[in-house]
């Protein structure tokens, strides 16, 4: 059974960094295509990047692209979600999420994976 475990989420003022971490237990990171996505109150769950496994295809939002930056460590069976200069509206619910079989085109799709951590939350304020 296939467990992700989140870390690293807090209250961060705006333009401050944080990095939030998500292992894999009962299973190999580098089997599977890795995803964060967030959900703020009131909102839906909405993709923020994946890294794919095998051809390391990396995506992202628009709403972050040039200020986050996914990774993974194969040896720590870790992947990371480093965040920059955070926005208030970067507040939310992040989730990591994992799929052995997803194909490119869905990665952008929440429903599209089999398997969710517990959720870590980012707030953004001053």
């Known amino acids: 059974q296939v467990q992700l475990v989140e870390s690293g989420g807090g209250l961060v003022q705006p333009g401050g960094s944080l990095t939030l971490s998500c292992a894999i237990l009962?299973?190999?990171?580098?089997?599977?295509?890795m995803a964060w996505f967030r959900q703020a109150p009131g909102k839906e769950r909405e993709f923020v990047a994946v890294?794919?496994?095998?051809?390391?295809?990396?995506l992202y939002s628009d709403s972050v692209k040039g200020r986050f930056t996914i990774s993974r460590d194969n040896a720590k069976n870790t992947v990371y979600l480093q965040m920059n200069s955070l926005k208030p509206e970067d507040s939310a619910v992040y989730y990591c999420?994992?799929?052995?079989?997803?194909?490119?085109?869905?990665?952008?799709?929440?429903?599209?994976?089999?398997?969710w951590g517990q959720g870590t939350e980012v707030t953004v304020s001053s």
């Open positions: 890294t794919k496994q095998s051809s390391g295809t990396q």
């Open positions: 999420a994992a799929d052995a079989s997803i194909i490119v085109s869905s990665l952008r799709q929440a429903y599209q994976y089999d398997h």
């Open positions: 009962g299973g190999t990171v580098r089997r599977y295509a």
